[in-house]
């Protein structure tokens, strides 16, 4: 495909709905320094699939998510663009934005009391972002908190009408019945079913795997969860150190992962084996020349700790020189689907 049909096809792709986040950065002031929390990432999140991110605690899953969306606080200096419908979404202000984020991507924070008001009846906050009458909105808000086995949060209800009434877990459920109650183009869930127990977490799962049929666009899913991740997504991203260092088709990726920190994650799973990755990942105020997982991996040589891997082409030949900038990703991902790899086993040079 020649670059003028890959970006014609991203610009068409882009008005029906594609999140295309091109060098978003979002670094903090440290001790003097500027600490990148989220290095210049670009990726493309088209509608019709579901992509999982997954990476350590740490690795800038919810930064990317909160940059995506223009959520982060001043302490926070973000760059880079992220485009969907023809606007630039972290730009968004006031009511335009509060209309984009309940109509058409609604997240699931990870931290549901920062998220709620303590003062307002949860059903009605909760009811805030759905189309219809009250009596009907709060009906739908119902159905779906009865399907996650809240059926004591109504209005009436003295012992959960607020927020502050409910355990974590319950907060939780509560967020995610009220995304899917809103009928949103995306649904992006930080850690949807982290501090659930197993029924709960159950239940959380198969409602997200019924959104993830209704939604036009798809899921965004953030989670350390990797059954999880594998029985909703159809693309997984794994970030290590604040970058993006493996996008893959999902099915490729719990087949055969490419990097090795993805290899690792998945022996690391009590099903494959329980075997930990040793060492730890670095923070974002100690990393130094070459590739972040270097001190980790098995297969660091010379040129590891010298230069940072750029992405690569995770199946050689695919699409000809297999090294693709940074820049390219987005162009490169619309004409190579088979996924890229953050590492120099990858890299033809
Ligand atoms: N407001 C902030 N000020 C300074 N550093 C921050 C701030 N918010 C996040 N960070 C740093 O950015 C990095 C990425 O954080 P992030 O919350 O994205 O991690 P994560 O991958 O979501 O981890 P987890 O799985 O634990 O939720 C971390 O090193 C974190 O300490
Ligand atoms: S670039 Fe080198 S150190 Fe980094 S993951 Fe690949 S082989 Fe390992
Ligand atoms: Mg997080």
């Known amino acids: 495909m020649t670059l003028q049909k890959t970006e014609k096809k991203r610009r068409s792709s882009d008005a029906d709905g594609t999140i295309l986040v091109r060098d978003l950065a979002v670094s903090f002031a440290h ?13 493309a999140l088209e509608p019709g699939a579901s992509t999982a991110i997954i990476g350590e605690s740490g690795c800038g899953k919810s930064v990317l998510l909160m940059g995506m969306l223009g959520f982060l606080d001043r302490t926070a200096h973000v760059s880079g663009s992220v485009q969907y419908r023809g606007e630039e979404l972290k730009a968004l202000k006031g009511a335009r934005k509060r209309g984009i984020l309940r109509d058409r991507l609604a997240l699931i924070p990870q931290n549901p009391p920062e998220s709620l008001n303590r003062r307002m009846v949860i059903v009605d906050q909760l ?3 759905v189309t219809g009458n009250r009596r ?6 119902a159905s779906e908190l009865r399907r996650l086995g809240l059926e004591h949060v109504t209005p009436r209800s003295q012992t959960h009408r607020y927020s502050f009434q409910l355990s974590g877990g319950m907060q939780k459920r509560a967020l995610v019945a ?4 809103r009928s949103p183009e995306w649904l ?13 977490r159950a239940d959380c799962t198969k409602l997200l795997a019924e959104a993830k049929q209704s939604v036009v666009g798809g899921l ?4 350390h969860d990797l059954h999880l991740a594998e029985s909703l997504a159809d693309r997984i991203v794994v970030m290590y150190a604040g970058r993006i260092v493996e996008d893959a088709p999902a099915k ?3 087949r055969s992962p490419n990097h090795p920190y993805s290899r690792g994650l998945l022996k690391a799973v009590p099903s494959r084996g329980a075997i930990p990755i040793p060492g730890e990942s670095p923070a974002s105020s100690e990393l130094h020349d070459g590739c972040p997982f270097a001190p980790r ?24 020189d297999n090294q693709i900038g940074d820049h390219q990703t987005i162009d490169r991902y619309m004409s190579d689907r088979h996924g890229h790899v953050r590492c120099f086993l990858y890299a033809d040079d």
Do not use: W
């Open 31 to 43: 001790r003097n320094k500027t600490v990148y929390a989220l290095h210049p990432t670009s990726v």
């Open 127 to 129: 009811a805030e972002g």
């Open 136 to 141: 009907q909105r709060i009906e739908l808000v």
């Open 178 to 181: 009220a995304a899917t109650a």
């Open 188 to 200: 992006i869930a930080d850690e949807p079913t982290t501090g659930l127990d197993a029924i709960n």
């Open 220 to 223: 965004i899913v953030v989670t």
């Open 252 to 254: 490729e990726f719990f």
């Open 297 to 320: 991996c098995i297969h660091s040589h010379e040129r590891c700790t010298a230069e940072l891997p750029g992405m690569y082409a995770a199946r050689r030949g695919a699409a000809g």
